[in-house]
């Protein structure tokens, strides 16, 4: 074989032995901006191939091309670890005869390769390849930074082809992907909206009640025993999430603690602290925006890892077992601490696990910052609709009203209380903001099964029902 | 005093309401589009009602966009939709 | 205690409604500059209900009327008063007279609802160089006056000078207010600091402002609240001497003495009422002494 080049994407899936009844694969490395997932399904769909089962590490709204394939039972099982509202919305409607299969990032390396989720066919799109297949996030005019939740589709799935809009001569220096699991190159035009892949610069909130949460979950961390040198941190990129980094990073910074290191979705604020001493290292498996995607390329500490190294349960070990704190996000959270993160307030499908789940389990300090109540909708509740992270992994919640510490972590709560933390309990939150808002009504559910909550370590942890009327 | 001319007040943006009103002669007719439809519709509608008899208003078209407002933003709303109306 | 007010526009429910958890001791609830002219019905029925149903968790609330030159002023009176905030914020107060045309008003107002005169007390904004000219006699105008307050924007065009963030344009205005301030035994409470994102700004303004002797800052952004109310706190140094001479005087009475000294410094009666003043606050706060001195 001089080279594993193809002339065209339909030549890779008729030499890849693809057939109706099997499973195909992507990543979500390009977010918004992905263009493969959708070429290769209409492809497929125009070489007649129907009843696959489509394993995606997770499901944007520009994807929406999909929700005809699924009609035309051209694909008819979901795999995946996240959806964005617009596919949500269709899924919750009851478009699919087969409920969707909700995975955890770090479930979903791990049904891969313990063989419990088989792909045939994974498409794996990349910024940069050479002919022989050996890949690349960092480079190119798509670029997307680390290419963490391709590793395992590359390494397991029976035929690997390679798609890429940046072609360069053999050897690829600095690959991350290598040409060993490689069958088939493809060239196309482009892979993606870059607008779409990364975000220019990720902002934090000018919110005033995200930024005292912020601050408040600044002052937990301070507070938890864990912060001093060596320590280790993960926040997510929304707005308040990235306030609380920035507050954190100034008391780091002020009391001159060098932590070990930051993980997850990777945005330019954990580059900043990496670069100002407050980590000695990034382990990166996703980058959110321009500046971890210039970080990764250019900085050696700054380290790309595989979505089973991040978070794989089954593994050896993984990344999320050594962190001390991760901030997380929330819909709605019940008296029990467990956590919403897969439907709206009216029951609409619009999210997922992601990592939630794996870090919560691995942190030491599993915190969810979330304000009382979102327009006139409170975040705590009796009981979640539907259960993404169980109560027993979450060890407090950050709210402008308090701080309500999971009962089992009593350690935690004296030494929040000794601080002068405004611990509460969380039912006095939930009433609280009842009182302001008013006590809703319950909303109403279809009876149908459209997806299934897997946990992290394979078992079924919840079901998500159809939503009836509108 | 009734309603005698086209009125409005509040916005669009979230945790507000916005609120128009006009002269109407076959009772109250009140039409509600909100986010939270689900969860507060009926205790919205009973709200608005309980305003407008409070203003004395028993006549009127009434029609409310609500962004997730809380009772007391719902009630300032109306409330100054209705003394608009009246020409207050 | 009121070491940090905070500004909420009048007419937006989002800040309106949230405005209780930002931190701040004080609201000022905005029906003038916030407000368009169109909306002055709107933000005073929505500041009137929000006052009404949402529950401040201890904040006080102030409410920014329209100025005596307007047709607003005394429908904003009529409607805020009906819900007894803490103080009325008068803008563009240039001299006694202004304070007494109000206050007339509010009294009227007040024996109308049925209040005990001077439940809702005062606070005269000043924003013009007649009024810094005139501070004694605006904070000295009625038993309604609660405290004076330095609006430095408005005034800086008045005086036909530039705003800067190290305020040597106000310097004058800033001492001036406050010794007026307490030659009428009233607070006095500074402007806010506008650089939103200068976090270090903040703190050397408010510690400038609170070393010429303020009682507090107001803010237009909940940034800066920590900030203000740190810089305005008693340290734990000041709270545990506070208690150091309340001890001391209590000992000297118990064996009858009369001159008291502490570190061999006579205590004297300013030393005893500002011990009183920081024990209150740190009370307030909820704040003990460290260490206990027998």
Not at chain 1, 269 to 283: I, Q, T
Not at chain 1, 388 to 404: E, F
Not at chain 2, 17 to 36: A, M, N, W
Not at chain 3, 186 to 210: H, L, Q, S
């Amino acid at each position: 074989m001089n080279n594993k080049v193809v002339s065209s994407l339909r030549e890779a899936i008729e030499l890849s032995g693809l057939k109706s009844g099997m499973t195909v694969s992507f990543h979500h490395h390009l977010r918004n901006g992905d263009f493969v997932l959708n070429m290769v399904m209409a492809e497929i769909a125009q070489m007649g191939i129907r009843d696959l089962t489509v394993n995606a590490s997770s499901l944007f709204d520009i994807h929406a091309p999909l929700l005809q394939h699924i009609e035309n039972h051209v694909v008819t099982r979901l795999q995946t670890d996240y959806m964005s509202g617009t596919i949500g919305k269709a899924i919750s409607r009851g478009i699919m005869d087969n409920p969707v299969e909700f995975r955890t990032h770090g479930g979903r390396p791990s049904d891969i390769e313990l063989g419990r989720t088989p792909i045939d066919v994974a498409f794996i799109a990349a910024p940069a390849a050479d002919d022989m297949g050996n890949c690349s996030g960092k480079y190119g005019k798509s670029a997307c930074g680390s290419l963490g939740y391709a590793y395992p589709d590359a390494a397991n799935a029976k035929k690997v082809v390679v798609i890429t809009d940046n072609l360069v001569p053999y050897p690829l220096p600095d690959w991350s992907i290598p040409e060993t699991y490689v069958d088939y190159v493809v060239t196309v035009d482009a892979i993606g909206d870059p607008n779409g892949i990364v975000s220019g610069t990720t902002k934090i909130t000018r919110d005033p009640v995200g930024l005292v949460m912020a601050d408040l979950a600044a002052q937990v961390i301070r507070h938890s025993g864990l912060l001093k040198d060596g320590f280790s941190f993960q926040t997510g990129a929304g707005g308040a999430s990235l306030a609380a980094a920035k507050y954190l990073k100034d008391i780091m910074l002020r009391e001159n603690i060098h932590g070990s290191f930051g993980c997850g979705g990777i945005t330019g604020y954990m580059v900043d602290m990496l670069n100002e001493g407050c980590f000695e290292s990034l382990m990166d498996v996703q980058c959110f925006d321009l500046k971890a995607v210039e970080s990764i390329r250019t900085n050696p500490r700054h380290q790309e890892i595989s979505a089973s190294h991040y978070a794989s349960p089954s593994a050896r070990s993984a990344v999320v077992n050594s962190l001390d704190v991760v901030i997380l996000g929330a819909t709605e959270v019940d008296t029990d601490f467990n956590v919403n993160v897969h439907t709206d307030s009216n029951g609409y499908i619009m999210g997922g696990s992601g990592g939630h789940s794996d870090t919560a389990a691995g942190a030491k300090l599993s915190m969810i910052i979330a304000p009382m109540y979102r327009a006139r909708l409170p975040i705590v509740t009796d009981r979640v609709n539907c259960i993404s992270t169980p109560g027993r992994d979450i060890d407090v919640l950050v709210t402008q009203g308090g701080i309500a510490v999971n009962p089992k972590n009593t350690e935690l709560r004296q030494r929040l209380t000794d601080a002068g933390l405004p611990v509460v309990d969380i039912h006095q939150l939930k009433e609280t903001a009842e009182r302001i808002t008013g006590t809703p009504c319950r909303i109403a559910h279809s009876d149908r099964v459209v997806a299934n909550v897997i946990y992290r370590d394979g078992t079924l942890l919840d079901t998500i029902h159809g939503v009836s009327g509108k | 005093m009734e309603i005698i001319k086209k009125a409005s007040a509040g916005t669009l943006e979230s945790s507000d309401v916005y609120v128009e009103i006009e002269p109407g002669s076959r009772g109250i007719q009140l039409t509600l589009d909100s986010v939270v439809e689900q969860q507060f519709g009926q205790s919205i509608r009973a709200l608005v009602q309980e305003v407008l008899a409070e203003l004395g208003v028993t006549d009127a078209n009434i029609s409310i966009a609500d962004r997730g407002a809380l009772d007391c933003v719902i009630r300032a709303r109306v409330e100054t939709a209705v003394m608009r109306g009246k020409g207050e | 205690m009121r070491r940090s007010m905070l500004f909420i526009p009048g007419n937006t429910p989002n800040l309106l409604i949230n405005g209780a958890y930002l931190g701040a001791d004080a609201l000022i609830f905005d029906l003038e500059d916030a407000v368009s002219p169109d909306e002055k019905d709107s933000a005073r029925n929505l500041v009137r209900n929000t006052l009404k149903y949402m529950d401040l968790r201890g904040c006080e609330a102030i409410v920014r009327i329209n100025s005596i030159d307007t047709d607003y002023w005394k429908k904003d009176l009529d409607q805020i008063m009906t819900q007894k905030p803490d103080l009325i914020m008068l803008p563009k107060t240039g001299c006694a007279r202004d304070v007494l045309t109000a206050d007339a008003y509010m009294t009227q107002v007040e024996q109308r609802l049925g209040y005990e005169p001077n439940t809702v007390r005062l606070m005269p904004l000043i924003e013009t160089a007649l009024g810094v000219e005139n501070a004694f006699e605006i904070a000295s105008a009625s038993k309604r006056v609660a405290a004076i307050f330095l609006g430095a924007e408005d005034l800086t065009a008045d005086l036909r000078c530039k705003r800067t963030k190290g305020g040597a344009e106000i310097c004058y205005a800033r001492s001036r207010m406050v010794v007026a301030a307490r030659a009428a035994d009233v607070d006095v409470y500074d402007t806010p600091f506008t650089d939103v994102n200068d976090d270090e700004g903040i703190r050397v303004d408010a510690e400038y402002a609170k070393s010429l002797g303020f009682t507090g800052k107001a803010s237009i952004s909940p940034r800066h609240v920590g900030v203000i109310n740190e810089v305005f706190s008693p340290s734990q140094k000041d709270i545990d001497y506070a208690y150091e001479v309340m001890d001391a005087i209590r000992l000297a009475h118990e064996q009858g003495r009369g001159a008291i000294a502490l570190h061999g410094k006579m205590i004297d009666a300013p030393i005893v009422a500002r011990a009183q003043q920081t024990i209150a606050m740190a009370e307030e706060m909820g704040v003990g002494k460290a260490v206990q001195h027998e």
